[in-house]
């Protein structure tokens, strides 16, 4: 029985990543991994704190493609909103963010607090 359930759960999560519903991008000590990242309109991106620092998703409102919505972590409405309370979009190690695009364009996104340090992302999605 333990087998099965072990298989089972072992094609689940194959299936998951086959599917292109969710995707993942890796916050490192000072960058996001990987710095471009490809996904169809309506995927979930995952983005993953792999390091020992907390680390902010939040997006340049003005390089948004347009239609599309506002997102940070922290669940800010505008970028100017995010840089006034760093603290209360931060993602603790360990910790993670999903965002879900819809709108096919590029999306370009940095962590505040390393920004300086050149900790940016794009996002491009196709339809």
Do not use: K
């Not at 003005?62 to 209360?88: H, I, N, W």
């Not at 190690?93 to 590029?106: A, D, I, N, Y």
């Amino acid at each position: 029985m333990r087998e099965l359930i072990v298989a089972l759960s072992f094609s689940l999560v194959v299936l998951a990543a086959c599917s292109g519903d969710s995707s993942g991008i890796q916050m490192r000590t000072q960058a996001f991994d990987p710095t471009t990242f490809n996904a169809q309109a309506g995927s979930t991106i995952t983005f993953t704190n792999d390091s020992d620092q907390a680390h902010t998703v939040t997006a340049l409102e003005d390089e948004l493609p347009e239609g599309a919505e506002y997102f940070a972590s922290g669940d800010f409405s505008s970028e100017s909103d995010a840089r006034d309370d760093v603290g209360g979009g931060l993602i603790e190690p360990g910790e993670s963010f999903e965002v879900t695009l819809s709108q096919p364009g590029t999306y370009r996104y940095v962590c505040l607090p390393h920004e300086s340090q050149g900790m940016t992302g794009t996002i491009i999605v196709e339809r």
